[in-house]
Nanobody
Framework: VQLQASGGGLVQPGGSLRLSCVAS????????MAWYRQAPGKQRELVAA???????QYIDSVKGRFTISRDNAKNTLYLQMNSLKPEDTAVFYC?????????????WGKGTLVTVSS
């Protein structure tokens, strides 16, 4: 398993969760890494990305609520999610940023399910 995401669960609107992704790959520290999500009936979308140096980028709908971070020494990627909304319900995945050819450097893991509901 190259990428193992965890930390999902059921949370009420307004709640918080922290996702983790452990990468069993030696190139982790050099890669742009990202969190993606796929809501029921929708295509997978990029949520947040972080460079090897820590520069971050977010989609508009999560700005100010989500924080992506990484620990290169632990080969681990994090996503702190606050003020969660029902529309954040999705399976969350981690992977590299998109390559120039439109692919990804690593195989997709199983993801972790986040359900926001009262």
């Amino acid at each position: 398993v190259q990428l193992q995401a965890s930390g999902g669960g059921l949370v009420q609107p307004g709640g918080s969760l922290r996702l983790s992704c452990v990468a069993s790959v030696s190139s982790f520290r050099f890669r742009i890494m990202a969190w993606y999500r796929q809501a029921p009936g929708k295509q997978r979308e990029l949520v947040a990305a972080i460079t090897s140096g820590g520069t971050t980028q977010y989609i508009d709908s999560v700005k100010g609520r989500f924080t992506i971070s990484r620990d290169n020494a632990k080969n681990t990627l994090y996503l702190q999610m606050n003020s969660l909304k029902p529309e954040d319900t999705a399976v969350f995945y981690c992977n590299s940023g998109i390559t120039p050819s439109g692919g990804y450097y690593y195989n997709w893991g199983k993801g972790t399910l986040v359900t926001v509901s009262s």
